[in-house]
């Protein structure tokens, strides 16, 4: 068999490169469990993004601050139980890589041997620079992420959009160019005008998706619990609804709550039956105790 028609062929980094190079575009989602990883291969979407918004979509946390090496390492395994063909990028949390190139190689190395995760991801320029270096010099795959980097929003003044003047633009294709020379291998940019992300194609070897970047980016990713309809809370303008889930779900869940108030389920046909014989029995030894 060809390796072409391998069924279930992993994607490579490779494969993203030639895309990239085709200019067909590369379609990444999130996902933070098994059914939500089998759905995403099953869309056939090429990238997979276990992103710490599982914080705040799956955990219920304010932000994504908060959420844990070992809550992160728990959804990123399940997800990988569910996928076969997309690559896997693992986020690595806040406060989990920051301190020094030791810190952030030794939570990398976990994410690697305990999740099986093909890249992982850190967020800003600047000391994060030195991070990418460490963990590629490692042997660990690294996605950048620059822009509205929710890790830091607080410091960038919010959630709001970056790069908004020539100066801060610079300063997001520096960093940028900067983490394609530590050796990153993808680069993710949220949230900046598609002017930015215009400006820095051209300057850029390493396949760019942008979320809230502009349609110039080698691909998009969102989240899945924003492009579904699942999420409760607010979203970002950048986020285009596909589906109304949550809608779907609570009135799945309302229309089975009123058939178990109104007794109509379970029905006959929901439950097990029992030979005649054997309920005869069974009433006799009843009786006789
Ligand atoms: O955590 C996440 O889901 C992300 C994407 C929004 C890129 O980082």
């Known amino acids: 068999m060809s390796a072409h028609a391998a069924p279930h062929k992993r994607i490579t980094l490779g494969d993203l490169a030639a895309k ?5 575009p590369i379609v ?15 869309a056939g979407v090429d990238v997979v993004l276990v992103g710490d918004s599982a914080a705040m979509t799956v955990l219920g946390y304010e932000s994504t601050v908060p959420v844990t090496v070992d809550e992160m390492i728990m959804l990123t395994a399940a997800v990988r139980r569910g996928l076969q063909k997309p690559l896997l990028i693992a986020d690595l949390p806040f406060g989990s890589y920051e301190a020094s190139d030791a810190i952030a190689v030794a939570t990398a190395q976990r ?44 410091s960038l003044g919010g959630y709001r959009a970056q790069g908004r003047t020539a100066e801060a633009a610079l300063a997001l294709i520096d ?27 051209p300057l850029i070897d390493i396949p760019v998706i942008g979320i809230g970047a502009g349609a110039d980016a080698d691909g998009q990713v969102l989240v899945f619990h924003d492009l579904l ?16 889930l949550r809608t779907a779900a609570i009135a799945g869940v309302e229309a ?21 014989e054997e309920t005869v029995r069974l009433r006799e030894l009843i009786a006789g105790r």
């Not at 990239?20 to 067909?24: D, I, N």
């Not at 000391?127 to 992420?145: C, E, F, K, Q, Y």
């Not at 960093?175 to 194609?201: F, I, K, R, Y």
């Open 20 to 24: 990239k190079a085709a200019g067909e």
């Open 175 to 201: 960093d940028a160019l900067a983490l394609q020379a530590a050796g990153c291998s993808l680069l993710v940019v949220e949230a900046v005008p598609s002017e930015v992300t215009a400006a820095l194609m």
């Open 111 to 154: 994410f690697v041997k305990e999740t099986g995760c093909d890249l992982v991801k850190i967020e800003r320029g600047g000391t994060s620079v030195d991070r990418a270096r460490a963990l590629v010099n490692a042997g660990i795959p690294v996605v950048g992420h620059i822009g509205l980097t929710p890790q830091t929003a607080t």
């Open 229 to 244: 309809g699942i999420y409760g809370g607010p979203t970002a303008r950048f986020v285009k609804r596909y589906a109304d």
């Open 28 to 42: 990444m989602v999130t996902a933070y469990d098994y059914p939500s990883a089998q759905i995403v291969e099953a």
């Open 256 to 276: 089975y709550a009123d058939e178990v108030r109104g007794e109509e389920y379970p029905a006959p046909e929901h439950g097990y039956g029992m030979p005649a």
